[in-house]
């Protein structure tokens, strides 16, 4: 579904990624992991648009999508949430979810201004999809309530239903379980299963190794920009290269173990 070939980004003289490669199937939960600073949630930006690899190819179901503008590549299927929340506070979850929905483009100005029978009828049946949306993450019952007064693990729930809108074929999700408690993690954990069993494919990039281990079926690990490892949660459990970019040569050869892998 998703192909990287020999990607590279440079911001001025720093090697930000060099020579990344990786492929997401159709269907299926993946992870992407590493330490702070190893580039994750900017291959995550070169996937979606919002940045210009330097050198390399971004394909997504056989269509280059170098050079498409973000809200093309969203049409194509991909969606995303963003590891520092963007949700509209002032807006209920219902609204928020609604405007990535976005279907009222095809009225024109005046049938906004004086709605006719369709019109309405249209935006009915958006509200029950906004409201299925946000189910699907646990939050319907609060549907109308401002986003601003949601918990922070509540917040990204919405930033999830919302991606959703778009009816993408890949998900991105960039640390969905940051600032949750464990029943939240739980709960999350079940509700990403269901969207895969759906027919999504799915990339998450997330530092609780628990939640990677348990979900994922193949990881792809990043250190500095490149790309040190991909296999199995067991091979990469076992892999000396990841645990010692998680831990340090010291620690790695002492046996420590990363939090979660056990």
């Given at each position: 579904m998703l192909h990287l070939s020999s990607i590279a980004k440079n911001f001025g003289g720093l090697l930000v990624l060099q020579n990344i490669s990786l492929t997401v199937p159709e269907r299926g939960i993946f992870g992407l992991i590493g330490p702070n600073g190893a580039g994750k949630t900017t291959v995550f930006n070169l996937i979606t648009g919002l940045l210009a690899p330097t050198s390399g190819t971004v394909e997504f179901?056989?269509?280059?999508?170098?050079?498409l503008a973000p809200h093309r590549i969203t049409r194509c299927g991909i969606a995303r949430?963003?590891?520092?929340?963007?949700v509209f506070k002032e807006m209920t979850l219902a609204e928020n979810v609604l405007v990535a929905i976005g279907r009222q483009d095809r009225y024109g100005a005046m049938g906004v201004l004086w709605p006719s029978a369709r019109l309405r009828a249209a935006q009915q049946l958006e509200r029950a999809e906004a409201k299925e949306l946000l189910a699907k993450v646990g939050l319907a019952d609060k549907a109308a309530i401002l986003a601003g007064t949601l918990s922070y693990g509540e917040q990204r729930r919405l930033e999830i239903a919302r991606a959703l809108a778009t009816t993408p074929k890949l998900l991105l999700l960039d640390e969905p379980a940051a600032g949750m408690n464990g029943a939240e993690k739980q709960?999350?954990?079940e509700e990403i299963v269901k969207l895969e069993g759906s027919g999504l494919s799915i990339l998450i990039i997330e530092h609780d190794m628990r939640f990677v281990m348990?979900?994922?079926?193949?990881?792809?690990?990043?250190n500095f920009?490149?790309?040190?490892?991909q296999g199995t949660p067991e091979e990469i459990r076992a892999n000396p290269a990841v645990v010692e970019a998680y831990l340090g040569e010291e620690s790695a050869e002492d046996g420590a173990r990363v939090q979660g892998w056990s």
């Open positions: 179901r056989g269509q280059p999508l170098n050079g949430t963003f590891q520092n929340i963007r709960q999350l954990m348990g979900l994922c079926r193949q990881i792809t690990v990043l920009g490149r790309l040190i490892a």
